[in-house]
């Protein structure tokens, strides 16, 4: 599992790049190869389909990935609550806040999300189709 939701240095370069929260962190790939910490974004997307389109946001920390990981245990830190169940329907991640329900889906092994992210452009903001994977916290 990942401690952090992490996103690829050479995704959406346009979108602007901030000095992480509470310094450079040390990120290992499972292979146990070190990836430097480039900072953070915070990435905004909308959630197709959902009950609630209001913009969403997610701060990742940019490292040497291939594809965004979103970590569980960040998104339950935020107050959300995170289902897997046997069901499509059941993999969901609810905001108890804003009664707002963001589905899940199974994808090789693992559960995405289908968004648009927006793309912050000087003159408009553009939505691009993608899905964020979302990784389990590990286990003591």
Do not use: C
Request: proline residues 6%.
């Amino acid at each position: 599992g990942a401690e952090e939701s992490v996103w690829p240095v050479t995704w959406m370069p346009e979108q602007r790049m901030e000095k992480p929260d509470g310094g450079t962190k040390k990120f290992r790939a499972a292979n146990g190869a070190i990836m430097h910490h480039y900072g953070q974004k915070n990435v905004k997307f909308r959630v197709p389909g959902a009950n609630d389109d209001r913009t969403k946001s997610i701060t990742f920390q940019v490292t040497d990935v291939q594809k965004p990981l979103v970590s569980v245990a960040r998104i339950v830190e935020l107050g959300h609550v995170v289902k897997f169940g046997p069901k499509a329907e059941d993999n969901v991640i609810v905001n108890p806040r804003t009664g707002d329900v963001m589905q899940m889906r199974q994808l090789r092994g693992g559960y995405v999300m289908d968004v648009e992210f927006l793309l912050l452009g000087a003159e408009r903001v553009v939505a691009v189709a993608g899905f964020l994977p979302t990784v389990f916290p590990r286990r003591a």
